[in-house]
C-alpha cells in the first residue's frame, strides 16, 4: 500500500535535517504500530521517499511523504495511528492512497514557493531586489558544480511588513534536472546572511 501524506513541519522540528526528519518518520511508522515495508538486500531501508528536502532551521506548512506499508490498512485507522505517533512539530494534514505505479514523488517537485521574513531591516532591499530580478545571470557554486541561479527565480517580490514591522518576500524558486533554487542561495545572492531571516515553505508544486 502507498500513501501519500502531507504535513506541516514547525517548531522544535525546524531543527531537523532531512536525514533526521526521515529517520523521526520512521519513528513515528514504528510507535504508530504501523507495517511500514522496507527495502530488500542485506541493508534493508523504510520505503519513505520526501518530496523536497527542507534546509535545516526553515518551516514549512506544505511537505509531503511517500510511505510504502505491507499491508492494506482503512485510511481513518491509519490518520488515526499517526495523530497519536506524531512527535511535536509534525502535524499531518492529509493521506491518501495512490498508484503504486506513480513516478517517484521527487521526480514531481516543480518548484517551491516561499515566504521569507527578514529579522532586521535592510534599508536598500528595493534596489537589492530589482537589481537581482534585472540581472541576465547569477552565477553560483554548490558542491563544486556551477549554475545559475537566475533561471530559477520564477517570482520574487516584496509583501506588506509583518506586525512587528519586518520586511517579507515571497519567492517561487524551480525545481530541475541538475539545479534547485534554494533560498539560502537567493538570499546570499540579495547580501542578506540566511541567520537574519526565517524560511517558510508555503506550497511545493508538483508536475
Known sequence: ???????????????????DLHRAWERTFRRAGLPLAYSQGYNPHPRLNLAAALPLGFTSEDEWLDAWLEDELPL??????????????????????????????PSQVRACEYQITLLEPVADLEPRLEALLAAESLPRR?????????????????????????????????????????????????????????????RTIFA
Open 1 to 19: 500500500m502507498r500513501l501519500r501524506i502531507k504535513f506541516q513541519k514547525t517548531g522544535p522540528m525546524r531543527y531537523t535535517g532531512h536525514l
Open 142 to 202: 554548490r558542491r563544486e558544480r556551477d549554475y545559475d541561479l537566475r533561471p530559477l527565480i520564477e517570482k520574487l517580490s516584496r509583501l506588506e511588513d509583518d506586525e512587528a514591522g519586518h520586511p517579507r518576500l515571497t519567492a517561487q524558486l524551480a525545481a530541475r534536472e541538475g539545479a534547485t533554487g534554494r533560498p539560502e542561495e537567493l538570499l546570499d545572492a540579495l547580501g542578506i546572511p540566511v541567520e537574519l531571516a526565517r524560511v517558510h515553505r508555503r
Open 76 to 105: 481513518p485507522q491509519i490518520e488515526s495511528a499517526l495523530a497519536t505517533a506524531s512527535p511535536p512539530g509534525i502535524h499531518v494534514t492529509r493521506i491518501e492512497a495512490v498508484d503504486e505505479r506513480l513516478p517517484a514523488l
